[in-house]
């Protein structure tokens, strides 16, 4: 009888158990199996498995425009994409170059939807594997897209390892305006890369060692080739059976994950692409021999994606090409056009420097003379904004000359030597500060600054930029939140300290009018004081260009925005031999 009884509480203790468990994962649905209801965190389910994820989300929404592909098709920037093209796309890319998924979401697609038009980004890594087998809750596809048994789908998910359900709660403690590593899609389908695009990318070979190019490339067999190409032509014959506009394009490789490969199977991959149908081919140009135009040596970076965006719909010509009868790939050695720099920092000019940020007009007078001299031109953060994202050019030798905080020394002492050698500078003024010989609120002296007026009688040889309006602070006070620099406060919230940035700069933008016009590109961090969210904000709100405080040379790459980004600083101060950065 005991025994009987024991085996009745240890079944139903089972039973609470696996209920508990199924009502967990539910809820939490860290996979959007069932869709997502109590939690809606959708970008962190196609984060988890985007091949189950993505589907479940767009059932019910009426998309009619798709990406499909691998991962590299994530760097097709949407919002770009809708500005050439008027339309909406979701990205249904998943993880793993298996075209045998991606065939497959184009035919669900293509029953579920009135779908109109289908991009096709194809990369050579889709030779490698075909119909890999799914052994992972991170890899099933929906049974809707699979054909699969529905019940054992959901029973895997119903009664999976909690530990995904309990990571997931976790995670909502963690939720950020920036970017974390569990969640890293945005909710059109494309990765998240905000973080990415803003980081500071550096030298051509620091960059290499820091994400991930120095490794072992190990040769690779493009052994399911031609199940790859069967793949694109069933889907080539799907879309236009149905009237669906499909464009494909063949995506840029970084040069060493390229050599991983046979030539002879490339070229005759290649060949079998174009006989199936006319596609965009980015690949053999010169930003395939520059890592920094990638993620890591897999993921182009969304830059050449919004280049391949602008020869497809803007008609560019340097970048692709038009693949419309058989032909072999391009190559080319070429690397993009670069340059090397150096950003000078100053302050304050008097006659007695008592620190480091102070200076002695013959100490700048000095340092303009030995520019002049030895041939250095002085250029302004238009000039690499314009050199980086355009046409324009820069001089091979070149620097820039920086003043922080915004003394009237600069306009008293700095601004007619600079008129004397022909040379142009860019300072960053602090707003509240403007025009003011007394701390602000207080009767305290202060270095006197210069005023608006004097500003724009400047505007002739300087360019400004921003130090913020009121966010370099020297005392506290009770009349505001004190902020020495502008990054957020310890314990501050993001949502307070994103309200306080953006009406900071909505009051420097304000003043800025009255000495200068459009609005500033450059902002100067206080104290080179920054992190992820002040980075990601000061892009939001328009600064293309940022400057810390950190010593070192600068790199910048046309066509890569990214580079603009973190850039380093050389004090001047009393000390300091110039010729040591030419």
Same mark, same amino acid.
């Given at each position: 009888?005991?025994?009987?009884?024991?085996?009745?509480?240890?079944?139903?203790?089972? +039973?609470?158990?696996?209920?508990?468990?199924?009502?967990?994962?539910?809820?939490?649905?860290?996979?959007?199996?069932?869709?997502?209801?109590?939690?809606?965190?959708?970008?962190?389910?196609?984060?988890?498995?985007?091949?189950?994820?993505?589907?479940?989300?767009?059932?019910?929404?009426?998309?009619?425009?798709?990406?499909?592909?691998?991962?590299?098709?994530?760097?097709?920037?949407?919002?770009?994409?809708?500005?050439?093209?008027?339309?909406?796309?979701?990205? +249904?890319?998943?993880?793993?170059?298996?075209?045998?998924?991606?065939?497959?979401?184009?035919?669900?697609?293509? %029953?579920?939807?009135?779908?109109?038009?289908?991009? !096709?980004?194809?990369?050579?890594?889709?030779?490698?594997?075909?119909?890999?087998?799914?052994?992972?809750?991170?890899?099933?596809?929906? @049974?809707?897209?699979?054909?699969?048994?529905?019940?054992?789908?959901?029973?895997?998910?119903?009664?999976?390892?909690?530990?995904?359900?309990?990571? *997931?709660?976790?995670?909502?403690?963690?939720?950020? $305006?920036?970017?974390?590593?569990?969640?890293?899609?945005? !909710?059109?389908?494309?990765?998240?890369?905000?973080?990415?695009?803003?980081?500071?990318?550096?030298?051509?070979?620091?960059? *290499?060692?820091?994400?991930?190019?120095?490794?072992?490339?190990?040769?690779?067999?493009?052994?399911?080739?031609?199940?790859? +190409?069967?793949?694109?032509?069933?889907?080539?014959?799907?879309?236009?059976?149905?009237?669906?506009?499909?464009?494909?394009?063949?995506?840029?490789?970084?040069?060493?994950?390229?050599?991983?490969?046979?030539?002879?199977?490339?070229?005759?991959?290649?060949?079998?692409?174009?006989?199936?149908?006319?596609?965009?081919?980015?690949?053999?140009?010169?930003?395939?021999?520059?890592?920094?135009?990638?993620?890591?040596?897999?993921?182009?970076?969304?830059? !050449?994606?919004?280049?391949?965006?602008?020869?497809?719909?803007?008609?560019?010509?340097?970048?692709?090409?038009?693949?419309?009868?058989?032909?072999?790939?391009?190559?080319?050695?070429?690397?993009?056009?670069?340059?090397?720099?150096?950003?000078?920092?100053?302050?304050?000019?008097?006659?007695?420097?008592?620190?480091?940020?102070?200076?002695?007009?013959?100490?700048?007078?000095?340092?303009?003379?030995?520019?002049?001299?030895?041939?250095?031109?002085?250029?302004?953060?238009?000039? &690499?904004?314009?050199?980086?994202?355009?046409?324009?050019?820069?001089?091979?030798?070149?620097?820039?000359?920086?003043?922080?905080?915004?003394?009237?020394?600069?306009?008293?002492?700095?601004? @007619? !030597?600079?008129? *004397?050698?022909? +040379?142009?500078?860019?300072?960053?003024?602090?707003?509240?500060?403007?025009?003011?010989?007394?701390?602000?609120?207080?009767?305290?002296?202060?270095?006197?600054?210069?005023?608006?007026?004097?500003? %724009?009688?400047?505007?002739?040889?300087?360019?400004?930029?921003?130090?913020?309006?009121?966010?370099?602070?020297?005392?506290?006070?009770?009349?505001?939140?004190?902020?020495?620099?502008?990054?957020?406060?310890?314990?501050?919230?993001?949502?307070?300290?994103?309200?306080?940035?953006?009406?900071?700069?909505? *009051?420097? %933008?304000? $003043?800025?009018?009255?000495?200068?016009?459009?609005?500033? &590109?450059?902002?100067?961090?206080?104290?080179?004081?920054?992190?992820?969210?002040?980075? $990601?904000?000061?892009?939001?709100?328009?600064?293309?260009?940022?400057?810390?405080?950190? @010593?070192?040379?600068?790199?910048?790459?046309?066509?890569?925005?990214?580079?603009?980004? %973190? $850039?380093?600083?050389?004090?001047?101060?009393?000390?300091?031999?110039?010729?040591?950065?030419?």
């Amino acid at each position: 009888m005991k025994e009987k009884k024991f085996i009745t509480i240890f079944f139903v203790c089972i +039973l609470i158990l696996a209920v508990i468990v199924a009502i967990l994962n539910v809820v939490a649905d860290p996979f959007n199996v069932f869709g997502d209801r109590f939690t809606k965190w959708y970008t962190y389910d196609f984060t988890q498995n985007p091949r189950t994820a993505k589907i479940e989300y767009i059932k019910g929404k009426d998309y009619k425009n798709f990406i499909l592909g691998a991962s590299g098709a994530s760097s097709i920037p949407t919002a770009e994409l809708e500005k050439y093209t008027g339309k909406k796309y979701f990205n +249904l890319f998943s993880y793993g170059a298996d075209l045998y998924v991606v065939e497959k979401n184009l035919n669900y697609i293509l %029953k579920n939807y009135e779908v109109e038009s289908v991009i !096709l980004p194809l990369s050579i890594p889709s030779a490698l594997r075909y119909n890999v087998e799914r052994t992972s809750l991170n890899y099933y596809m929906n @049974p809707d897209v699979s054909g699969e048994s529905k019940i054992l789908f959901y029973l895997k998910y119903l009664f999976a390892n909690p530990r995904n359900a309990i990571e *997931k709660f976790k995670a909502m403690g963690k939720r950020s $305006l920036v970017q974390e590593s569990f969640d890293v899609f945005s !909710l059109d389908g494309s990765y998240d890369k905000s973080q990415r695009d803003i980081e500071y990318i550096g030298s051509e070979e620091d960059y *290499k060692a820091e994400k991930g190019f120095n490794k072992d490339y190990t040769k690779l067999k493009m052994a399911h080739a031609n199940d790859a +190409l069967e793949a694109i032509r069933r889907m080539k014959k799907a879309c236009d059976d149905a009237g669906v506009e499909l464009t494909m394009f063949l995506c840029p490789m970084y040069k060493d994950e390229l050599a991983r490969y046979d030539k002879a199977e490339v070229e005759s991959y290649y060949k079998g692409l174009a006989e199936i149908s006319p596609f965009w081919d980015f690949t053999g140009t010169e930003y395939e021999n520059d890592p920094r135009f990638f993620y890591d040596p897999a993921h182009f970076r969304n830059a !050449l994606g919004k280049m391949m965006l602008e020869t497809i719909y803007a008609g560019r010509k340097d970048f692709g090409r038009y693949v419309d009868k058989v032909e072999v790939p391009l190559y080319t050695d070429a690397k993009p056009d670069a340059r090397e720099f150096y950003i000078f920092e100053l302050h304050h000019i008097d006659k007695d420097p008592k620190n480091a940020y102070i200076i002695t007009k013959e100490k700048f007078e000095s340092v303009l003379k030995y520019l002049k001299e030895n041939n250095i031109a002085t250029v302004s953060f238009r000039d &690499l904004y314009n050199y980086v994202n355009g046409d324009a050019d820069l001089p091979q030798k070149f620097c820039i000359i920086t003043f922080d905080d915004g003394y009237r020394s600069n306009y008293t002492e700095a601004y @007619p !030597l600079l008129k *004397k050698y022909g +040379l142009k500078a860019t300072i960053f003024p602090v707003g509240k500060t403007m025009g003011l010989n007394k701390y602000p609120d207080t009767d305290k002296d202060i270095y006197e600054h210069f005023s608006a007026a004097e500003a %724009k009688e400047m505007s002739d040889v300087i360019e400004f930029g921003s130090h913020t309006y009121w966010m370099h602070q020297a005392y506290p006070s009770d009349k505001y939140t004190f902020r020495r620099t502008a990054k957020r406060l310890p314990g501050e919230s993001e949502d307070t300290y994103v309200k306080a940035f953006k009406e900071d700069t909505a *009051k420097y %933008k304000a $003043l800025y009018k009255e000495f200068a016009d459009g609005e500033p &590109l450059v902002f100067a961090y206080p104290e080179g004081d920054f992190d992820g969210l002040s980075e $990601l904000i000061a892009e939001e709100v328009g600064y293309k260009v940022t400057l810390g405080v950190k @010593p070192g040379k600068n790199y910048i790459v046309k066509g890569l925005p990214e580079t603009l980004k %973190k $850039l380093k600083r050389i004090n001047i101060d009393e000390k300091t031999d110039i010729s040591e950065y030419e």
